[in-house]
């Protein structure tokens, strides 16, 4: 069965960090490119950072530029996001999904699975 399970949300000031996990499992994770997104109350679902399966190209929407780190762990079928410096619009869903290739994708129609979200909190 393929999952992808999101974990590490919560509650946080602004300013502060949260870092987010993504386990994989039920495919070849090595060989799928792995996306955030996030959807807020009322607006669309946004790709925010997406890493190859290879590990040498990462995007970040300028949303989160600077701010947020994407990094996989392919021993470990798991994806981190870093979030730094986090600021009340960033309070959203947080979902990840994976796209089979190395192709970066910011399109949450274009991956194959998803997980099932966490949700991010930050007060102000």
């Known amino acids: 069965e393929v999952q992808l399970v999101e974990s590490g949300g919560g509650l946080v000031q602004a300013g502060g960090s949260l870092r987010l996990s993504c386990a994989a499992s039920g495919f070849t994770f090595a060989d799928y490119t792995i996306g955030w997104f996030r959807q807020a109350p009322g607006k669309e679902r946004e790709g925010i950072s997406c890493i190859s399966y290879s590990d040498a190209s990462t995007y970040y929407a300028d949303s989160v530029k600077g701010r947020f780190t994407i990094s996989r762990d392919n021993a470990k079928n798991t994806v981190f996001l870093q979030m730094n410096n986090l600021k009340p619009e960033d309070t959203a869903v947080y979902f990840c999904?994976?796209?089979?290739?190395?192709?970066?994708?910011?399109?949450?129609?274009?991956?194959?699975?998803w997980g099932q979200g966490t949700q991010v909190t930050v007060s102000s």
């Open positions: 999904a994976a796209r089979g290739g190395i192709l970066m994708f910011v399109n949450y129609a274009d991956a194959d699975f």
